[in-house]
């Protein structure tokens, strides 16, 4: 049965990246895998350096060749498709296919062990999407999809599919201690930075306020919140926790207006009303499952 506590340590990490696009805005010129490189390595130390106090040690990092290989290949092959489809394709485009990864949990989620899928959940995920992609729209005034940009848009849908097999797939490794993906990190940062080597120019971050944000990126959106999503997959409720992921852009577009990034529109309100009913009918389908299990 899955774990509530879990599924609430899930939920912190979707806070958490519904701060990724407003701290990166904060990092002004950075290039995409600089910027990766720089995050998942201050994110992977952290984690080492907590990995080194607790019983195992360094020795977590003793993985199977198999485990390494979903790890990094869900953490750096997300990034490297996500980045190629921003390339390929126009953002606003990209980024609502890129979004299909919370309904693609949800559906796969029928076939992870010991979690389960309900109607209620599939019905959540559609509102999700449908309010994520209100949300893309009240920010870009449309979506235009052209055939000239389905190299990009394969890249988008490619990079939801990626995420959401690691993250469903994370529960055939549940043995695997949560600190290992302190050595994914910094495999994910080196990788980045060999990308970064080969494809982008050298802009690093200047002053303080870049630094922080880089600093803040690191630590939280990029570092305890993979850890985080880590711990729920593989004892959460998978099926909630892919509704509940569209509260990140909803939250994201939230903090932007806050911030005074981004205007406020009928459109992103009501994108909002969407996801909030969708989480609704999802969490309803989940208390309902407790119920059945628990009678």
Request: positive net charge.
């Amino acid at each position: 049965m899955p774990s509530s506590r879990a599924t609430s340590i899930g939920l912190l990490a979707i806070l958490l990246w519904a701060a990724l696009a407003l701290l990166t805005a904060e990092t002004g010129a950075t290039p995409p895998f600089l910027l990766t490189a720089l995050t998942f390595g201050i994110g992977g130390s952290v984690g080492l350096v907590v990995a080194a106090f607790r019983p195992s040690g360094l020795r977590v990092l003793r993985q199977p060749t198999l485990v390494w290989v979903h790890g990094v290949g869900g953490l750096f092959g997300y990034h490297l498709l996500y980045f190629t489809a921003l390339k390929l394709a126009p953002p606003a485009e990209a980024g609502s296919i890129c979004y299909l990864w919370p309904l693609l949990i949800v559906l796969f989620s029928a076939v992870a062990p010991g979690a389960g899928l309900s109607t209620r959940h599939v019905l959540g995920a559609v509102c999700g999407l449908g309010g994520t992609a209100l949300l893309i729209v009240g920010r870009t005034g449309g979506l235009g999809f052209e055939a000239a940009h389905w190299p990009g848009y394969a890249a988008a849908f490619a990079s939801a599919f990626v995420w959401a097999v690691y993250s469903v797939t994370s529960r055939l490794f549940r043995s695997t201690p949560t600190e290992a993906v302190a050595g994914f990190c910094l495999a994910t940062a080196a990788l980045a930075a060999l990308c970064h080597l080969a494809c982008e120019p050298a802009v690093w971050p200047e002053g303080a306020r870049q630094w922080a944000a880089v600093g803040a990126l690191g630590l939280g959106p990029v570092g305890v919140a993979f850890f985080a999503w880590d711990w729920a997959m593989k004892r959460g409720d998978v099926a909630l926790l892919g509704v509940a992921s569209y509260a990140c852009p909803m939250l994201s577009v939230l903090l932007l207006i806050v911030a005074g990034v981004a205007p406020a529109s009928a459109a992103l309100i009501a994108g909002c009303g969407l996801i909030i009913l969708g989480a609704g009918v999802a969490a309803a389908g989940s208390r309902r499952k407790v119920e059945r299990l628990e009678a």
